[in-house]
């Protein structure tokens, strides 16, 4: 459908009146029972047998007897008026469209169908000059329109779209059918409204809005206000819409009249074309979920509404029984177990990003669904399973241990679960550093899923170490501020402290540590006790004028020195992982890396759903430390940096400028993470990098 079909109206024109203006009702009511050829082609029916459509078209009509005994209540036609963020953000244009409709009343004046022009060329010699000078110089005011990426309403082109952008990534669909093709874009410029199509369910609905937000090739100025506004408005439009049409779906119309027969009666089929041929269409509104929740996040930056669609994603997963084993193969079996465990990865993600417990037992023995199968690399998706839960201990790790110390509780257990975490961390490090990564950065996808599988290691080998930075980051650096911003569990400068809190005592002996010099800065090997303010001349005002009350040592397992070690290989490993993951080739066809969003463009291709992109900041933090701590211990004014400080420097400032690209090319299509993107720019200067 179009955003004027059949009114006379333009898109602008419609965003306003729709609201206002009363719904066409039907010269003849519906009637009561649809063959089920016109239920799925949404066809209206005429109730014969056959009935007038089937015999148009030359199919076999078949009617199925209705249990709802009369003509389904339709819901009430959604304006898109009602969505305030597209209506503020598409005022009616005044320039000029590339073709103006031709009205038939064109075609009866003289010179009919022929763009009338002004008479600016009033003598010979105006003419000749503009015609033979050696310049022509070109007057005409550059109008750029903003343009968002469509695909026309066409699915078989979103789901061509979905294997290109998404699947790398976030692979909740079974393995593609054939080889991708180019990239279908169809631009929509903001002008032009009334051709806009509207994907037919709830999970095109849902990649289209995340597919909106990457810049159109044929942009001339993609990374402009008014570009970027354009495609976010547009992409919000598009998410509300699979969320409305996931409840248009669940909808049952004799809630509305008759609820006590609404209670009784069983769910109602639906009827339409599946997505993708190897997916049900129970499915669909979980993957819709599933995907929304991270658009939530790295989009809109909304931590309780990604939380919240994943949750009813979770509800949805396990009424379908997906969490359990199923040894019945049919071809809906792949389909399955991908919705599950990435549903599972979601909920996981979700609590790791909004440092909260998890809505459900990670561990349940409930959860006894087989892994999916990646015909290029069957072991990796439990390795994918095993890093996502263990970022999740780490998580839950860093919120007790925060606790503890909030409350001065007993450290004992806190420092038998750090020991617990690294004996189980250490050998699935090891194990990740010895992948070999041989697929190419722009492998597109194939029916192999070899470039999946590069992104999938990449990805645990990423999780695995900023699990293991969680686990150290107290030990290495006090859990010293450095960012402006609260990201994931990091905290922020901004932050304030209550005075003779714990927390305070310990940030400010951190201060006092990280001013000493390497060997002052470790214990003894047997562990490490963070220094409290007790043991300085002044008990009870530190050096920035605080007051606070002694606390005890807080003993750790492992030194400073060794904790700090650790951090930086981990830091180096995640930069490094982040430089390999694959990048989307819109050609289909493997080229030099990277690839850019079209043939005249200087956008590289952004990588998508990066719901693990706080990682990155964990990353960032440990780099930033340790640089700190060198630039301490051995000044560049002085002199005295060797070989060694500036190979180390070099090492630093190459994974935070790999960070800082990272999250640029991220920032591209997600704004949310335009803010990480930011605060790791400030601290680095980037033209040592370049």
């Known amino acids: 459908m179009t955003m004027s079909e059949g009114d006379g109206l333009n898109g602008a024109q419609r965003l306003t009146s729709q609201a206002s203006a009363p719904r066409k009702k039907f010269a003849i009511p519906p009637v009561k029972n649809a063959c089920l050829s016109c239920r799925a082609s949404r066809t209206r029916c005429n109730g014969e047998h056959p009935c007038a459509s089937c015999v148009t078209k030359e199919r076999e009509c078949v009617y199925k007897p209705s249990r709802r005994g009369g003509p389904r209540i339709r819901k009430k036609a959604r304006p898109l008026s009602d969505f305030q963020d597209l209506a503020i953000s598409l005022p009616i244009q005044q320039e000029e469209i590339p073709q103006d409709t031709l009205f038939i009343e064109n075609y009866i004046e003289p010179g009919a169908g022929l763009r009338p022009l002004a008479d600016i060329w009033r003598d010979s010699d105006a003419i000749y000059d503009n015609l033979f000078q050696d310049v022509v110089v070109d007057t005409t005011p550059n109008i750029n329109i ?5 695909y026309g309403g066409n699915d078989r082109a979103i789901l061509n779209a979905y294997y290109i952008w998404i699947h790398p990534y ?6 593609p059918e054939t080889a991708s093709v180019t990239d279908q874009v169809v631009p929509l410029f903001e002008n032009q409204r009334d051709k806009f199509e509207e994907p037919s369910s709830a999970v095109s609905l849902a990649v289209s809005a995340i597919l909106a937000l990457i810049p159109c090739p ?8 008014e570009s970027i506004r354009w495609r976010r408005a547009y992409s919000q439009f598009l998410a509300k819409a699979a969320l409305e049409s996931i409840e248009t779906e669940s909808e049952k119309p004799e809630s509305s009249v008759e609820p006590p027969k609404a209670l009784d009666d069983s769910d109602d089929e639906v009827f339409r074309e599946k997505f993708h041929s190897q997916v049900p269409l129970e499915l669909e509104s979980i993957i819709a979920l599933d995907l929304l929740s991270v658009y939530e996040y790295a989009q809109r930056g909304n931590l309780k509404k990604m939380r919240a669609r994943v949750g009813a994603a979770l509800v949805g997963a396990m009424s379908l029984m997906l969490h359990t084993r199923n040894d019945v193969e049919d071809e809906y079996t792949e389909a399955r177990r991908r919705t599950w465990w990435m549903t599972y990865i979601c909920v996981c993600q979700g609590s790791i990003v909004s440092n909260t417990p998890p809505t459900f037992e990670v561990f349940a023995s409930s959860f006894t669904a087989k892994y999916p199968t990646i015909k290029a690399d069957p072991d990796v998706w439990p390795l994918f399973v095993q890093a996502q839960q263990a970022i999740l201990a780490a998580t839950q790790f860093v919120i007790e241990f925060n606790k503890a110390r909030k409350e001065q509780s007993d450290m004992t257990r806190i420092f038998n679960r750090m020991q617990e975490l690294e004996r189980a ?3 699935l490090i090891v194990k990740s550093e010895a992948w070999v990564l041989t697929c190419p950065l722009t492998q597109p996808v194939d029916k192999t899923e070899c470039v999946l599988s590069q992104s999938l290691r990449c990805i645990s080998r990423i999780k695995l170490n900023s699990a ?9 650096f006090f859990d010293l501020a450095v960012f402006s911003a609260k990201h994931c569990d990091l905290k922020s400068t901004t932050e304030k402290e209550v005075v003779d809190s714990p927390d305070v005592i310990q940030l400010q002996s951190c201060c006092t540590t990280m001013s000493g010099t390497p060997s002052s800065l470790s214990s003894q090997s047997g562990g490490s006790a963070s220094p409290t303010l007790s043991s300085r001349s002044t008990p009870n005002t530190d050096c920035c004028g605080f007051t606070y009350q002694p606390a005890p040592p807080v003993t750790l397992p492992f030194t400073k020195h060794h904790s700090t070690k650790i951090c930086l290989k981990s830091a180096l490993n995640i930069a490094q992982a982040f430089d390999s993951l694959p990048y989307p080739n819109p050609t289909g066809l493997l080229c030099d890396a990277p690839c850019y969003i079209g043939p005249s463009s200087a956008l590289i291709t952004p990588r998508t759903m990066p719901s693990f992109a706080c990682c990155a900041m964990q990353c ?3 780099l930033l430390m340790v640089k700190d701590q060198t630039e301490s211990s051995y000044p560049t004014s002085s002199g005295e940096a060797g070989p060694l400080v500036d190979n180390l420097r070099d090492r630093l400032q190459q994974g935070l400028v790999s960070i800082y690209l990272t999250l640029n090319n991220y920032a591209t299509a997600f ?3 335009g803010g990480m993107r930011d605060q790791i720019r400030d601290k680095v200067d980037l033209a040592l990098g370049f």
């Not at 903003?146 to 469509?150: A, D, L, Q, W």
């Open 425 to 427: 961390l250490e050998p």
């Open 170 to 175: 976030f692979p909740i669909l079974p393995p």
């Open 671 to 673: 704004e949310a993470l």
């Open 146 to 150: 903003p343009m968002v990426r469509t």
């Open 620 to 622: 960032s933090y440990a």
């Open 468 to 476: 293991r930075i969680k686990v150290h980051r107290y030990c290495a």
């Open 218 to 225: 044929q942009d001339p100025n993609p990374l402009e206000p």
